[in-house]
């Protein structure tokens, strides 16, 4: 018999291979991304496939992503976004920054593209000041220490039916729900989980996924704002 690990990494292929095909652009941000030496940590495109049909149906006219990497998942965002619309993408790195950048470049969507260089823990509250918001969809996938924090960045710049998306909500190890003292990224992903289930402007759940190449479950918080 195969363990359930090896048969969900099996479910996540058979999933990526029936429907979640990538595009050209696709293609190459994931590859030159990998060829430039980012890490590869962006969505796998099983997820990537669910953020463009959340957009889809979501079809907000304002998008804000918190954690750019190499743009692949602001791709599978931007390629559901409707003409008029606008995504503003804010990553920390300028290698990374520069990356997404040049994988946007020659897409159709590239003038929808914006992408912010900082750390968000400084660019969201500015975007708070000068009036940025409210977006109508919202996306985050930063460090995950500070989820708890982009939580609160998220909300002040949300209205009522903006639907706030998170990668990540299941950590890699240890015990479920009842993180290690000594790990920082579960105690504050737990946090996040927490603070969104009891948030009272907030709907929400996690939808488990499937990631990494190992078959491991992992969850993507799905949030709408009341
Ligand atoms: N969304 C991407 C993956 C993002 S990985 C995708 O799926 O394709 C997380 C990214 O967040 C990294 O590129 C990292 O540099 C960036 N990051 C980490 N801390 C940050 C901060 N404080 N502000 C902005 N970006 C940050
Ligand atoms: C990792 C995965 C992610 O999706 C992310 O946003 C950050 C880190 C990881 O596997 O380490
Ligand atoms: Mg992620």
Redesign the pocket.
């Known amino acids: 018999m195969i363990d359930g690990l090896e048969r969900n990494r099996q479910v996540k292929e058979y999933i990526c291979a029936l429907f979640c095909a990538e595009d050209n652009d696709l293609e190459f941000a994931r590859e030159n991304s990998k060829k430039e030496g980012?890490?590869e940590?962006?969505?796998p495109a099983n997820?990537?496939k669910m953020l463009y049909l959340l957009t889809k149906m979501q079809n907000p006219k304002k998008v804000l992503?918190?954690?750019?990497?190499?743009?692949?998942?602001?791709l599978w965002i931007a390629k559901a976004l409707s003409k008029e619309a606008k995504i503003i993408t804010?990553?920390?790195?300028e290698k990374?920054a520069d990356q997404a950048k040049k994988h946007f470049e020659n897409t159709s969507f590239s003038e929808q593209i914006e992408v912010r260089v900082?750390?968000?823990?400084t660019?969201l509250p500015e975007m708070l000041y000068k009036n940025e918001g409210p977006f109508d969809l919202i996306?985050i996938?930063?460090?995950k220490e500070?989820y708890p924090t982009y939580l609160d960045h998220a909300l002040a710049l949300s209205r009522p039916g903006t639907l706030i998306l998170s990668?990540n909500l299941i950590p890699k190890r240890g015990p479920i729900a009842v993180p290690d003292a000594t790990d920082i990224e579960a105690i504050a992903i737990y946090e996040f989980n927490e603070k969104m289930q009891k948030h009272p402007r907030l709907d929400s759940t996690l939808l488990t996924t499937i990631v990494g190449d190992k078959g491991r479950i992992d969850g993507l918080g799905i949030a709408l704002v009341k």
């Open positions: 980012l890490k940590i962006q969505v997820v990537g992503e918190i954690g750019t990497l190499g743009g692949y998942s602001t804010l990553e920390i790195g990374q900082g750390n968000a823990l660019t996306f996938d930063a460090d500070n990668d």
